[in-house]
């Protein structure tokens, strides 16, 4: 049950409807939208009465929820979420892009491709410190190390980073580093992990696992949404299917899906969705069409070389080509492509400490 509140309600009003809620045993939720308050109601709610907050001040309407992500729903929060990220915008009239290597492989690396994502337009830096990967014998990450070199590449140009987390015992550290917390898809049902990044307040990436129904998909940003972290985006990037003539199957049809069942913002992912780099620009196009509220892309300067992915990863060029693309689609349908935000000093994290930005802007320029 989701309990929606006047435009003008009070935050008495709402205080006064979240502990008449508690006392009948319902966990409750505020989410705050651009012109209402709605207070989700959830757990046991057999001894909830919709009367009871019909009458009460402030109130503007209850709805019963029938979707068993109640949270999730769009019925929760028609207007949609918008989450902020250092004053970039998910889920609002722009698309927002990010845009970085598979996997951090040094310290030139990462700054050259950040660099260029920028210049290109990408508002969000992408990268891998840990890679989950199905040979143990494959390039795993450099850690700690690789956060501290995206973390670096964000006090040169000022981009956001998001960057994987895979187990409980690295979230305090991947969110010292990083501004969002990307969940890949070998972990979309690791129940205990979603648990755990529910907990933090920090904006979550639930990728979509590689067999995961769009309704189980919905079902694991619940477990992240009911422990009180609101900021959940979700992300389409392809699935295993009896193809063989791409890496997995984009579903494009997941975009639309998504944005009609639930209020979260929808990021597409064509490059692990296709596996080729030369797929991956008409399928971005493709999902900007079908309402996708962000793109995660892979740019690397010698994909030849890469450690990881190299196969679906843009050339610099061949990224900022597809950026123009994208700015002519995203107009097409009435949105406009998110820019990025300038460099500043005060927006950087731990793992920023020991360099100054003069010295860091100088190395990048060197690298």
């Known amino acids: 049950m989701v309990v929606v509140m006047k435009p003008e309600a009070s935050q008495a009003e709402i205080d006064h409807v979240i502990k008449r809620a508690a006392s009948m045993g319902a966990q409750t ?36 929820i029938q979707d068993p992500y109640k949270l999730a729903s769009r019925t929760t929060n028609p207007e949609g979420t918008v989450i902020d990220v250092n004053g970039i915008r998910f889920g609002g009239e722009q698309v927002v892009v990010m845009a970085g290597p598979c996997s951090v492989e040094s310290r030139e690396q990462i700054i050259q491709t950040a660099v260029a994502v920028k210049e290109a337009g990408a508002s969000v830096l992408r990268g891998g410190a840990f890679k989950p990967r199905t040979s143990p014998y494959s390039f795993q990450g450099l850690g700690e190390e690789g956060l501290k070199y995206l973390a670096e590449a964000r006090e040169v140009t000022g981009l956001p980073v998001i960057s994987e987390v895979m187990t409980v015992e690295t979230i305090d550290l991947v969110a010292e580093y990083v501004d969002i917390l990307q969940i890949g898809a070998r972990n979309m049902q690791n129940y205990a992990l979603l648990q755990a990044v529910g907990k933090t307040r920090r904006p979550v990436m639930l990728k979509r696992g590689l067999s995961g129904e769009i309704n189980e998909l919905l079902m694991c940003a619940e477990y992240i949404l009911s422990n009180g972290n609101m900021q959940v985006m979700l992300c389409e990037r392809g699935i295993r299917t009896y193809e063989t003539a791409t890496r997995n199957t984009f579903d494009l049809n997941a975009v639309p899906v998504l944005k009609r069942s639930s209020h979260l913002p929808v990021v597409a992912d064509p490059a692990h969705g296709t596996g080729d780099w030369e797929l991956v620009p008409p399928m971005s196009l ?57 460099s500043d000093d005060s927006a950087g994290m731990a793992g920023n400490k020991n360099r100054s930005t003069e010295e860091t802007s100088k190395s990048a320029v060197l690298a």
């Open 286 to 342: 493709a999902a900007v069409a079908a309402g996708a509220d962000a793109l995660i892309l892979e740019v690397h300067p010698d994909p030849e070389s890469a450690l990881s992915d190299g196969d679906q990863s843009l050339k610099p060029e061949r990224f900022a080509d597809l950026m123009r693309s994208l700015r002519r689609v995203a107009a097409a349908v009435g949105r406009s492509i998110a820019t990025p935000k300038e």
């Open 29 to 64: 939720q505020p989410i705050t939208g651009e012109s209402h308050t709605v207070i989700a109601l959830v757990g046991d709610l057999t001894q909830v009465q919709r009367a009871t907050f019909d009458a009460m001040a402030g109130v503007q309407k209850t709805v019963r």
